[in-house]
């Protein structure tokens, strides 16, 4: 891809809409989640307030049962969720992306095995597997991104695949294999860049999506015990629901835009990569 | 749909079932601490370890024990609860109930509703009706089930007060069964509600995109020049192909739907296997979250046949090798 369609590419994506928000959205979560210690007014385990205050000028979000600052402990989830999400994009990427070039470049039997190891990660209920992890080796943020990593590249694999074959079949990769490029060359310069784009589409989405998964995790008590997150604060509204909505509401909001971020970001990709619907 | 297709597709089930028993034995093998000590607790002497990794065959090699669990599994064996002592497959037999209960509902109103939701807004593509769909489902598909299912009982339960926020039935007995069945059903709405609204969303933005896709054929084309009503076109017609993208993911839906079940469960009490699993969690009751595990996997991999098995039958222009 050369600059000039960089630049074209990136003046297209700026004119749509949830493009510019998912863009807008993204920034911010990853500001607030870097920025979290400077930006959260109180140790969001400190005892800083009235148990239960209902939101007021001194604690926006108002206070949980112990009187613990709830805005505080929303700024420091985004790091949690964040740092999910990117570790296992990660992995997901580093898995996904090398099989399906191979499946897509090599075809035959190389590729029918391919994808019938992508179809058994793909059958894996990535939920109730975490849930068996947690079990056997106990909380952690590192199993869990192991855990969402090895079993979220399987739709990453088969786009890359896909994208691969009908590449494969285009005029200047014919015409870089009769100039003389190596295998990895043509790999690396000609067919990577142009897989990226309909990647990340799907790494977008698979990355909001694990971000639900581990607030369900969370939710459940079965989340880090030393990482403060969305998920984990909205479990512990469920005993209060009946007396301070805040600590339900909160948790769910900065979710939803965090997931929107991704699924916009995606949406807004998909618009320049397919431009059918 | 020839019954050479049948055969070929049940046999590409094997390698599924294989992976999900290799990926649960494997965890066990590669857990911490000794597996002795998790079947047999910490507080047994020497010869009865020995007695118990004899019993379960622990003594021997790495591929005669995998040999010996896949066969318990596929038996339908899926070990003992170290806090109940019954056999796992009971325990979630008598709890597997109301949890279909719950996700049969869903993932027929998820269905009908999402379906419904995407024809109307591809019909009216490029309104503002459709941007609204568009921006609800979007913004539904990020909410966490959680969130949806606290917003609804302060809403519907609390603030209103019209339905019941937890539990399955009345403390009260009602009287005979249509009463009971009506009770149940009141019960049910919120959880069953929350539970699908997410897949309404996710069925709706697919059956959209299938609607749009399908109204722009030409078979479309001849069914509108022939004069039929426009109603007629889109539910007799395109319909047909237009949620076949629906259906190639109720598998997928349905691992979607069981997960969302665990949460919906503890929110609102329903006594089903999610409550069961929360539970184990909180016991360290490992063959019953192992059991739940390969009970979901195997689930996927039968909804997934039966839903390769519903394409000849949706699209008839789709050959079988």
């Known amino acids: ?36 210690d400077v930006l959260a007014p109180h140790d969001p385990l400190a005892i800083v307030g009235p148990p239960l205050g209902a939101p007021d000028a001194a604690f926006l979000m108002g206070t949980d049962d112990l009187g613990r600052d709830l805005l505080s ?110 295998q990895p060359r043509l790999i690396r310069h000609e067919l990577l860049p142009n897989v990226i784009p309909a990647t990340a589409v799907i790494l977008a989405l698979v990355m909001g999506q694990v971000l639900l998964i581990e607030a369900s995790l969370g939710f459940l008590g079965l989340g880090d015990p030393n990482a403060i997150s969305w998920g984990y604060l909205a479990g512990q509204a469920q005993r209060f629901l009946r007396v301070a909505w805040w600590l339900s509401v909160f948790p769910g909001v900065a979710l939803i835009l965090a997931v929107l971020a991704f699924n916009l970001l995606s949406d807004g990709l998909n618009d320049q990569v397919d431009r059918r619907w | 749909m020839s019954f050479r297709y049948v055969r070929r597709r049940l046999l590409q089930v094997i390698p599924s079932v294989v992976g999900i028993l290799l990926v649960g034995f494997l965890l066990i093998e590669l857990a911490p601490g000794d597996p002795v000590l998790a079947l047999a607790g910490e507080s047994g002497d020497e010869a009865f370890y020995a007695d118990v990794r004899a019993r379960f065959g622990l003594d021997r090699p790495v591929a005669e024990r995998f040999a010996t669990y896949a066969t318990n599994v596929l038996r339908g064996d899926l070990g003992i609860s170290y806090v109940q002592g019954r056999p796992v497959v009971d325990i979630i037999g008598e709890r597997i109930w109301p949890t279909l209960l719950l996700t049969g509902v869903a993932l027929v109103l998820s269905t009908v509703v999402g379906i419904a939701l995407g024809a109307f807004a591809a019909t009216r593509r490029r309104t503002a009706t459709d941007v609204g769909i568009q921006i609800a489902t979007l913004t539904i598909d990020a909410a966490p089930i959680f969130w949806v299912g606290q917003l609804a009982i302060l809403a519907f339960a609390l603030y209103l007060g019209v339905l019941p926020v937890q539990g399955m039935s009345s403390a009260v007995e009602p009287d005979g069964v249509l009463a009971g069945i009506l009770d149940l059903g009141r019960h049910l709405l919120l959880p069953a509600a929350v539970l699908a609204i997410g897949q309404i969303a996710v069925v709706a933005r697919m059956a959209r995109i299938g609607f749009i896709e399908e109204l722009s054929q030409d078979y479309v084309r001849t069914a509108r020049a022939k ?79 039966i839903t390769d098995l519903s394409y000849g039958w949706l699209d008839p222009r789709i050959a079988y090798r």
């Open chain 1, 1 to 36: 891809m050369r600059l000039a369609a960089v630049g074209r590419l990136a003046r297209r994506f700026g004119r749509s809409p949830s493009a510019i928000l998912g863009t807008l959205l993204t920034v911010t979560l990853v500001a607030v989640a870097a920025l979290a």
């Open chain 1, 73 to 182: 402990g929303i700024i420091l989830g985004a790091r949690t969720s964040l740092a999910v999400a990117a570790g296992v994009g990660a992995l997901v990427l580093a898995i996904g992306l090398p099989i399906g070039i191979v499946a897509g470049y090599r075809g035959g039997v190389v590729d029918d095995l391919l994808m019938r190891f992508t179809e058994l990660f793909q059958v894996l209920p990535r939920f109730f597997l975490a849930i068996v992890v947690i079990a056997l080796f106990g909380p952690g943020l590192d199993r869990l991104i192991v855990v969402l990593g090895v079993t979220s590249w399987p739709e990453v694999a088969r786009i890359v695949r896909a994208q691969t074959l009908s590449l494969r079949e285009r005029e200047f990769i014919d015409a870089a294999r009769a100039l003389g490029s190596s």
């Open chain 2, 227 to 305: 004069g039929l009503a426009e109603h007629r076109v889109v539910l007799g017609h395109a319909m047909r192909r237009a949620v076949i993208p629906v259906a190639t993911v109720i598998g997928g839906r349905l691992g979607h739907l069981v997960s969302g079940a665990v949460i919906v469960e503890i929110i609102f009490g329903w006594p089903g296997l999610g409550r069961m699993l929360v539970i184990a969690m909180q016991t360290r009751d490992m063959p019953i979250i192992m059991g739940m595990f390969l009970v979901v996997s195997f689930s996927v991999i039968i909804a997934n046949f």
